[in-house]
């Protein structure tokens, strides 16, 4: 059994790896490239644009996909087809009110997002405009079927779709000198047709098991019934997802109230760059949590040895990139534009978090496989409050290098407390 399942793993890995891999050089591409085309401020204003959006969804992001991996496994093992597309109604009817919950708080608040940033009246009038991608964003359930089902070959195709879309539409915008509001649009249309392929892909393997509609069986009474287990688990999970926002978005907004678009786009662009490392530990928590749940499930061997091994593979990988990093990252850098040179710093401080990251994302679905999703919430809570506090002491007086330095220290404080949680059973 633990053979095969590590055998899984690796198999899922590698598939989801190699969609994560074209997906993240795609949109290093096409943000490196927007970043030439468009000058500094521009640039800066597309990415805080974006950014504010992806806050605003994450904010009301509750991440039903995970719930579909920890109750579905039961319900898939067992052959309990009935209770699955129960819940599979549940988890579609959270995912359409809270998308257009996200929309309407999206379009309200950007006159209060437009004083915080320091926007003119026509960048507040485009927010609110852009803020109506979100109405594509229910697309959390098809994403949990496909895990649940081990079509992780599928959603290796789905996370290529939207930055395909992105470099293509970018690559065409700065061949023919466009300006920044079809950038804008060229990262809404990405945005929203990455979704819908997302939901139709995910329809199409639900139909292929159950060879009727979701809806097909079910009434509303039974889709607004749930355990209190399920909503315990989608409440600390939303807190989760809230609190996993400070380092994806809300510091890049932040950056631009504190220090201006320019320094934000620099910031997101070393992010991005970051992003070799911060997406495989994205993917290393996305395969190995449906295989952990099923060891729990079996009762088989082997479930800390996967987890603890695949710690030190991911941080032994991230700190050789890191060393790389400190001669390479400034003439890098360069090639985009002489300005952005002096984020070269943070560009390693950035992968050093990242690493953390990577190594600390097998140790967050094995405490999720072992129900420990409370005590995760807490840790992730604690280092939030620790990146921010030092975000907000450094950067006056270390400018962008601050940020990097509060990553890097609230990521390592996450890997050490984790590893603490999960050796103690």
Do not use: C
């Not at 805080?48 to 996909?65: K, M």
Request: no cysteine; hydrophobic share 55%.
């Amino acid at each position: 059994m633990k053979k095969n399942t590590s055998g899984r793993v690796l198999k899922n890995f590698g598939v989801v790896l190699r969609g994560r891999g074209i997906a993240a050089v795609f949109t290093l591409a096409a943000t490196a490239l927007m970043a030439h085309a468009l000058p500094v401020t521009e640039f800066g204003l597309v990415i805080l644009l974006h950014t504010y959006v992806l806050a605003v969804r994450g904010f009301l992001n509750f991440r039903t996909y995970e719930a579909i991996v920890r109750f579905g496994v039961p319900l898939h093992e067992n052959g309990e087809n009935k209770g699955l597309k129960q819940l599979f109604r549940t988890t579609t009817l959270i995912d359409v009110a809270s998308s257009i919950a996200a929309t309407l708080v999206g379009m309200a608040a950007a006159t209060v997002a437009g004083g915080f940033l320091h926007w003119d009246a026509q960048m507040i009038s485009l927010t609110g405009l852009y803020s109506l991608v979100m109405l594509s964003t229910a697309s959390n359930t098809p994403n949990g079927i496909l895990r649940l089902y081990d079509r992780f070959d599928a959603l290796s195709v789905f996370y290529i779709v939207g930055p395909a879309i992105r470099i293509t539409g970018v690559a065409i915008a700065w061949a023919v000198d466009a300006g920044m509001v079809v950038f804008v649009a060229i990262w809404a249309a990405a945005f929203v047709l990455d979704n819908v392929w997302l939901m139709i892909r995910g329809h199409v393997e639900f139909k292929r098991h159950h060879k009727s509609h979701i809806w097909q069986g079910g009434n509303w009474q039974e889709t607004r019934k749930t355990s209190k287990e399920f909503r315990h688990f989608i409440a600390v999970v939303y807190w989760q997802t809230n609190i996993d926002l400070v380092p994806k978005h809300l510091v890049v907004l932040l950056a631009g109230s504190m220090l201006g678009p320019a320094a934000a786009g620099m910031f997101r662009l070393a992010r991005d760059f970051s992003s070799v490392l911060s997406k495989p530990a994205m993917m290393l928590n996305e395969v190995l949590f449906p295989d952990l749940a099923r060891i729990l499930h079996s009762n088989a061997e082997g479930f800390h040895e996967l987890a603890f091994r695949a710690v030190k593979v991911a941080g032994a990988a991230g700190l050789l990139l890191v060393l790389l990093s400190i001669p390479a990252a400034g003439p890098i850098l360069g090639i985009i534009g002489p300005e952005y040179s002096e984020a070269a710093p943070l560009l390693t401080l950035m992968l050093l978090a990242a690493t953390f990251e990577l190594a600390g994302s097998p140790l967050r679905a094995t405490a999720y496989a072992m129900g420990k999703v409370a005590q995760v919430l807490r840790i992730y809570l604690l280092s939030v409050l620790i990146y921010l506090s030092l975000f907000y002491v450094l950067i006056p007086s270390m400018g962008l290098l601050g940020p990097g330095v509060a990553a890097s220290s609230g990521t390592l404080l996450t890997l050490l407390l984790m590893l603490r949680l999960v050796r103690n059973k």
